[in-house]
């Protein structure tokens, strides 16, 4: 079975400065995607970037990229010039990939979560 | 446009009880998949579904069930209602069914099972 461990509990990054959110996961598959999700106080879970396995560049949303390393299963998010609006709960995911077939198929394996406060 | 939208949001019940929550998905998405996310935690995987049919389960007993309607919206029902159940339950929409496809999430259904 696939797992997700962000081992940062909590971090916290002064605004307009870069903070970089750490997320390794551990699977046999080789066609998944992995994606970031952010959770602010509303609970909503928003889209922050995802990445598919088979592409070597890295993905980039405006102050928002990821750096993954496929071979160490590694895939870490990066915030530039940080703003208030992003405090939240952030959340590390992998979807397993057409070829895992059965019941697993669409589902998001979720990791534990990383608080991130911004300082003004 | 609106966007994914759950029913009710708070809810408490008692033990034993059952319950029936409710997602309508962003217009044109066909497919919806449940979340459970207990406090403090990432959420879990209950249930996919995409053009009425189940697609994918995750590891939840058969107290939880769900189906999905002609017009797409979908209900999650849980019976027998245990405190651990007591979780935030997110209800999440796609286009289709590809695992590529962006989720978008709602803001959930509160349930406190007392």
């Known amino acids: 079975a696939q797992t997700v461990t962000q081992s940062q509990p909590e971090m916290s990054v002064q605004e307009a400065e870069t903070v970089t959110l750490s997320c390794t996961y551990d699977t046999s598959e080789s066609d998944y995607y992995l994606f970031w999700y952010k959770q602010p106080p509303s609970r909503q879970m928003i889209l922050v970037i995802r990445?598919?396995?088979?592409?070597?560049q890295n993905a980039t949303e405006n102050r928002f990229s990821v750096n993954f390393q496929k071979a160490a299963k590694s895939f870490s998010l990066k915030i530039s010039d940080s703003q208030l609006g992003d405090a939240a709960m952030y959340f590390c995911?992998?979807?397993?990939?057409?070829?895992?077939?059965?019941?697993?198929?669409?589902?998001?394996?979720f990791g534990q979560g990383t608080i991130l406060t911004v300082h003004p | 446009d609106a966007g994914v939208t759950q029913s009710p949001t708070h809810l408490i019940k008692t033990r034993g009880q059952q319950v029936t929550l409710r997602c309508s998905p962003i217009s044109g998405h066909k497919s919806v998949s449940w979340y459970q996310q207990v406090l403090g935690q990432g959420p879990q995987f209950i249930f996919q579904y995409y053009e009425k049919e189940e697609r994918g389960r995750g590891n939840f007993p058969d107290r939880f069930s769900a189906r999905q309607f002609p017009n797409y919206s979908s209900e999650l029902n849980v019976n027998a209602l245990l405190l651990g159940d007591s979780a935030l339950y997110l209800c999440?929409?796609?286009?289709?069914w590809g695992i590529g496809e962006k989720l978008f999430f709602g803001s959930g259904t509160q349930l406190s099972v007392l």
């Open positions: 999440a929409s796609s286009l289709d």
């Open positions: 995911a992998y979807r397993s990939g057409i070829n895992a077939g059965g019941t697993s198929y669409g589902k998001l394996t």
């Open positions: 990445q598919e396995a088979y592409k070597q």
